[in-house]
């Protein structure tokens, strides 16, 4: 697994279970699950541990998400609603659209 900082959070890349892990704080994590599509990333899962929803961990999954793959270069087909729904609110991201 490889570790990365993105916005000051720690992202763990488990390339295996194709998952993203962002720690979050008191040992919560974040996590986004894809699909390789060829050269892109299919976005099909993501969950904020109960303990923090409503408290905008969503959106801090998504930007640092969303930065580690800018940074790496890789397109992305959001599949999963909440990342749907958060690319559509965003534009500025709009260039990682397969």
């Known amino acids: ?3 990365f900082t993105v916005n000051g959070y720690t992202l763990h890349h ?5 998952t993203l892990l962002i720690d979050i704080e008191q040992g919560y994590q ?3 699950t ?3 599509d060829g050269a892109a990333w299919q976005l099909v899962h ?3 541990p109960p303990a923090l929803r409503g ?3 969503g959106s801090i999954m998504m930007e640092t998400t969303l930065g580690f793959i800018r940074d790496k ?3 992305v087909v959001p599949v999963c609603s909440y990342i749907v729904h958060y690319m559509e609110k965003h534009p500025e991201w709009d260039d990682l659209r397969a």
């Open 30 to 32: 974040a996590k986004v």
């Open 46 to 48: 993501s969950e904020v």
């Open 34 to 36: 894809y699909r390789q």
């Open 55 to 57: 408290k905008g961990v």
């Open 73 to 75: 270069g890789v397109k």
């Open 14 to 18: 488990d390339h295996e279970g194709r």
């Open 1 to 3: 697994m490889e570790e």
